[in-house]
Structures are given as structure tokens and as C-alpha cells.
């Protein structure tokens, strides 16, 4: 059997193992998926032994994202834009590929909830990590306007001029009180506001009827970002449970070269979140 496992800290609550292993009976694969809790300090030798014992790819995530990019040994262009690696693959020659799924995740579950961001003009509220993770594969998708938005708006300003050379100056950055003249198409939340019941506090104003709002977060119910975007005005919201899913299907493709359907999972899921509360 082939291993592979997520690993992070904390990992209990991880729907990794529950989402692969799906994928993995659908598309008929010999594997097993399991969590690794790392330690704080030696993730780097956990993941030699991990591959030394045949360990055949990992999903990697919170605290671990940067240390992950750093042992890889091969980079994609997108994890090198990330600056983050959430997927490690050992490779033949015994290098190690270091890929970023979660940016493709968040697209494709876009795409296939039929939203446009061609020639869209998207907001990007939130400038960590996750916001990090997402801007090249939005750019790729040719956005009339990006524009990263964060309430420390120095954060949106070096995110923004990291992309300055991959845009064709559609990408700018803003912070929230300067949004209050500007309406968006898609509006995507990368903040972790609604793990703490809260909502960025952007002016109402960037919703209209038409406006589609993303929340990365998800959760058994609506998530308060969302619920408040509602409220606001804005026409329909997505929680980040199919960006979830989406991510671990590109993950599974990079490492078992065969693609796993997704909405049966994302249905199976959505299932499971509502039983647990
Ligand atoms: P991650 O890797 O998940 O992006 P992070 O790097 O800690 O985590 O970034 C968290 C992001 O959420 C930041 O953009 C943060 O804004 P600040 O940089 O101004 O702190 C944003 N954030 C968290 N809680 C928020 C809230 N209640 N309202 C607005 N932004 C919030």
C-alpha cells in the first residue's frame, strides 16, 4: 500500500483522511491516507523518515506551510508565488516536489459554482497567508481588476507588489476604508475573522445585487462573514468547503496521475459537518 498522510499541528480535526480516502476507493487506488501530528522544531526530520519508510507524498498544513517549502527540493511556479508548499511528492530521482494546491482549489470550486472571474473585478479581503496562496491563480484567470484589501493595508501594499510583475497592472491593494467607492463582482475572503465569529469590517457599499462572496472558513452553518455579506446586500455566498476539497483533488492528482471526482465528496462532507453538530 501506498502512504501518504496530512501533517500539521494541531491535526485531529483535519478532513483530509476522510476526503482521499474517498477519492481512493472511487478511483480504485492501492493507498492508505492518514494524519501525522508534527512537532514544533523537527519537521523537517519527520518528513525524512516519513519518505525514508516509503511515505509517498504528503499534504501539509498549518504551522507547517514554510518549513514544507523549504525542504522541497523542486518547486512549481505557483508554490514558489506562495511561498508556501501544502503538497510534497517524493520523486523518482529521491528530490522532493513541493506544489500549492490551495489556489487552484479555490478556482476551480469558483468555476464550477459557474462564477466568472475572467474580466471580473475581484476583491481579495485579507493579505496572510491563505490571501498569498490564492493570487497567482486568480491572476491566470485575467481579472479586469484585482484588488487586496487588508486592515493593516501595509500588508496588502507587499503582497499586491509581489504580483506587480505577473499582472498586466490589474492588481492593486487598498485598505478597507478606501473600498467605500468601489463595487465587485466576486468578493473573496481570505481572512480568518469568521473562526472567531467576527466579519471584516469593509464597507457595505463593495456588495451589490450581483456580487458573489467567497468565505474561505467553513463550517456546519453559515459562517458570520457570510451571514453578515448577506445582510449587506450581497447576492450569494460560497463557504470554503469545495476550495477544501478542490485542493485535495489536485493534490491527489499530482501524486496518483489520475483526476477524482468531487461533488459526490463535497456532498459526502457537507453531510458528515452537519452530523457532527
Ligand atoms: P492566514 O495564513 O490564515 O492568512 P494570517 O497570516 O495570520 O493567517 O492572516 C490573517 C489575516 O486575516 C490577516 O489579513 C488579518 O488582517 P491583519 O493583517 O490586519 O491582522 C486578517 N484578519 C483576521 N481577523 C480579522 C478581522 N476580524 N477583521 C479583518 N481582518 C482580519
Redesign the pocket.
Known sequence: MDKYVIVGNPIAQSKSPFIHTLFARETEQKMTYETLKGSLGSFKEEISVFFTNGGRGCNIT?PFKEDAYAIATVLTERACLAGAVNTLKKLDDGGILGDNTDGVGLVHDLLSKHVRLNGAKILL????????GVVYPLLKHNPQQLVIA???VN?AETLASLFADHSMDNISASS?DDLSELKFDVVIN????S??N????IPASVFDKDTVVYDMVYGSGMTSSNQWAIEMGASRVIDGLGMLVGQAAESFTIWRKIRPKTSQVLRALRLKLAEQT
Do not use: E, H
Request: cysteine-free.
Open positions: 498549518v479581503v485579507g493579505a496572510g497567508g491563505a490571501a498569498r487588508n486592515r493593516r500588508k478597507f481570505s481572512t480568518s475573522a473562526l472567531s467576527q466579519y471584516p469590517n
